[in-house]
């Protein structure tokens, strides 16, 4: 068996701590990174490194954002694309007017903005709820969307509205192929999911946790909410604007407020509702998940020669995202994550439970 079930006792205070707790898990997560670094890149294809897995280490990463917020702290959100488009503007306004800046910092500043932005926005928090707050958060997302297309400031005052984002480099290397791309959206997803996982594992995190599951009680316990839920606005704010700003330079190379729009917050939202909310690795399923589909929506019609257009396809795969998430929500509202811990704990167990 590959699992060791028995005598899995800590022998010591650090090994409690270990974000992997199994050694088998380890050697699975070292083996799944080695593939990610070494495999992965030189196997695809450039169509697929730039289409396909740079936009889901992108996705991932503003879907953890979203995770923290709804997840993990329990407040609705519909504004993530409108914090991506803050990330994003505010990084390219620093890349062209401050080139001097290095490039990760204008994506940090970027996701500073979108965190400010999201403390101001996330003050309705403080006295609305559930579906109140969804529509709170949803005014976040037009009013922004208006505001990056009427005013040129944001965009150097060019006649279309659409600009290119500058060249750039990282430590003297210039992301200019996809290859490169995926290599520094990688670096970038790894950094942030362990900040992720480190947020909800320390009392920061435990405190979202205990405002999510009731407030009263949080707060008779000392903790502030007004702090848990604006720090928790923040931050998943930050995670959505990083993600803006990669979007706009390493995938997209170029700035439109259209690729923000409420499109954008509804595929986010439904990477996370499909994947698993109040998990991590939910994000990175969930992402997969939504990116997957309308290829494999493409491919169908061609393999089974079957003469449907485009916008029969595009509805299409807005009916099967709808049943996917009405199933989940009412069969399985963890997601496909807990499908995945339930063949985990199987995998544990065998060959001891085999009919378990």
Partial sequence: MFYRAARRLPTSYSSQFFIIKRPEDRILAAFAIGLAIFVVPHIASTYAL??????????????????????????ASLGSGAFMAVGAYASYKLATNVPQIPIVLDFFVGGLAAAGVG?????PSLKMRAFYLAIATLAVQFFIEWLFSKVSWFWNDHASGVVSTPAFSVLGVPIDTPIKGYYFSLAVVTLMTLLAVNLTRSHIGRQ????????????????????????????????????????????????????????????????????GIGTIMGSFIGAAFVLIVPILLNMIPATMSLPLSTGVLACLEQIIFGIFI???????????????????????AWPLTVNR
Wanted: aromatic residues 14%; proline residues 2%.
């Fill in 50 to 75: 730039s289409t396909l897995l740079v936009p889901f280490l992108i996705f991932s990463i503003s879907a953890i954002g979203l995770n923290l917020l709804m997840g993990y702290a329990g407040q």
């Fill in 119 to 123: 403390i101001v926005f996330g003050l």
């Fill in 208 to 275: 979202w946790m205990a405002v999510r599951d009731n407030e009263t009680a949080a707060q008779l316990m000392g903790i502030s909410i007004t702090k848990a839920k604006l720090s928790a606005f923040a931050i998943s704010s930050f995670y959505c604007g990083v993600a803006g700003s990669l979007w706009a330079f390493v995938f997209l190379k170029s700035l439109g407020i259209t690729s923000y729009s409420i499109d954008t917050s509804f595929k986010i939202m439904f990477m996370i509702i499909i994947g």
């Fill in 326 to 348: 009405v199933y989940f929500v009412i069969v399985e509202p963890q997601g496909i994550v807990r499908s995945v811990r339930n063949l985990h704990l199987k995998l544990v």
